[in-house]
């Protein structure tokens, strides 16, 4: 070859192929005959080969210009993928979202913000995990999820963290329970009821430590576990008082209430992303519905 090929040259080359004459194909280019076969010459001096030959008068590919167009018809195919990926990425982000969530975050804060925003990008597919804080950690790190949602507080610096929402803990009631009549539940109200508690390591328990003298392994603490859910459950079944994040009582609203507690038991609610990456499309999107969106006071 004496000069490199241009993105012009296979253009023309391209539309007399599939045109079958240099007229047609300059039509199909918006563009002149005597354009097209100057090109086309071009082309035939860039590469070194003879692409077409007369036969009648009109133009006939040779078998070299056979094979050069099949490659040029597979390089146009690849663009035309592009084209058309970018516009799915204009539409709707990559078309799929992958979010991390605690159970609780998934059962009583996401529904209402994932309803919506479905109806808003009908076309998208959406991957939900629910794991512990750090386990959503390490898949973050491992670019498996877009964000994740979380009550932990994990520091990290490869990670950007988003305070999305600050409530407050409550205390968790059958409805038939006779404290489910009082508006606030005080600490000392609790200490003659079977407790059913998060584990030590939870952040609500961390934050109760020092505000309700109240701990795993004590007597007034009858059941001890890791997940907010099998607390709602419980509570249910008449086993005995819980202490929860606002967003599963919210969950299981038709079956139980949910009070204040006094002292207050903050619960802070976490949007965490990589720092390595920008978010897609689509996450933002999400995102700015999860800043916007108006949560109701689930305690009564």
Not at 8 to 14: G, L, N, R, T, V
Not at 41 to 50: C, F, I
Not at 150 to 171: P, Y
Request: with cysteine; charged share 20%.
């Amino acid at each position: 070859m004496t000069r490199p090929l241009n993105f012009q040259q296979i253009q023309a080359f391209k539309a007399v192929m599939e045109s079958g004459t240099t007229t047609r194909a300059a039509q199909v280019l918006n563009t002149t005959q005597p354009s097209i076969s100057r090109r086309l010459g071009e082309l035939r001096q860039a590469t070194g080969l003879e692409l077409f030959d007369l036969h009648n008068g009109r133009l006939r590919p040779t078998r070299e210009g056979q094979q050069l167009y099949r490659s040029v018809r597979q390089h146009f195919e690849g663009l035309e993928q592009i084209e058309t990926a970018a516009r799915v990425l204009r539409k709707s982000g990559t078309g799929v979202l992958r979010i991390g969530s605690t159970p609780t975050l998934a059962a009583g804060l996401l529904p209402r913000v994932v309803a919506p925003f479905m109806q808003q990008h009908p076309g998208i597919y959406i991957n939900l995990q629910t794991h512990g804080t750090p386990q959503l950690k390490e898949y973050l790190s491992q670019g498996l999820l877009d964000f994740v949602l979380t009550t932990g507080h994990i520091e990290h610096s490869d990670l950007v963290t988003v305070s999305l929402l600050r409530s407050r803990a409550v205390c968790l009631l059958h409805r038939d329970h006779p404290l489910a009549r009082r508006r606030v539940i005080k600490a000392d109200q609790l200490r003659a009821q079977r407790l059913i508690l998060l584990d030590e390591n939870d952040d609500i328990m961390i934050a109760m430590r020092g505000r309700i003298p109240l701990h795993p392994g004590h007597d007034d603490v009858a059941v001890e576990t890791n997940s907010s859910l099998t607390i709602c459950a419980l509570v249910a079944a008449g086993v005995g008082v819980g202490v929860v994040n606002p967003f599963v009582a919210n969950a299981f609203a038709d079956q139980l209430v949910a009070r204040r507690l006094d002292p207050v038991i903050p619960v802070e609610v976490t949007l965490m992303r990589s720092a390595a990456l920008a978010p897609s499309m689509l996450a933002s999107r999400f995102e700015n519905l999860l800043t916007t969106q108006s949560w109701p006071d689930c305690a009564g």
